[in-house]
């Protein structure tokens, strides 16, 4: 089970964390992704880290301003967001299925069963 948390209202050109706390499976056995639906448009990738955090995978859009991390200690990944714009506003989910891939062109929603619930973020102009 997965539950991002750590949205909320933010200027643009502010700044959030979102984290992703896991419970009920081996966590660093697990890719994890971030993913992002915004009102009237399909659900994208933003960004993946494998299980021992050693690959990454960034979105273009996100690329420089987005970083994702993980801490396996505490069944943790976090997703901090910089220099956040309007266009980032969206329900974000984590995810992760045995299937999830942290590569460009591999990385994808289509692999995940089972999705929480998201955490809103909003991005004012």
């Known amino acids: 089970q997965l539950q991002a ?11 959030l964390r979102l984290s992703c706390a896991a419970s009920g499976f081996t966590f660093d056995d697990y ?8 009102p009237g448009k399909e659900r994208e990738g933003v960004s993946c880290i494998s299980g021992s955090g050693g690959s990454t995978y960034l979105s273009d859009s996100v ?8 801490d396996n200690a505490k069944n943790t990944v976090y997703l901090q967001m910089n220099s956040l714009k309007p266009e980032n ?5 984590c995810a992760t299925d045995p299937g999830l891939i942290c590569v460009r062109y591999y990385f994808t929603d289509l692999v995940v069963s089972s999705w929480g619930q998201g955490t809103q973020v909003t991005v004012s102009s």
Not at 63 to 70: A, N, Q, V, W
Not at 89 to 93: E, F, G, I, R
């Open 89 to 93: 506003t969206a329900v974000y989910y």
């Open 5 to 15: 948390s750590g949205g909320g209202l933010v200027q643009r050109g502010g700044s």
């Open 31 to 38: 890719a994890i992704g971030w993913f992002r639906q915004a």
């Open 63 to 70: 690329k420089g301003r987005f970083t994702i991390s993980r």
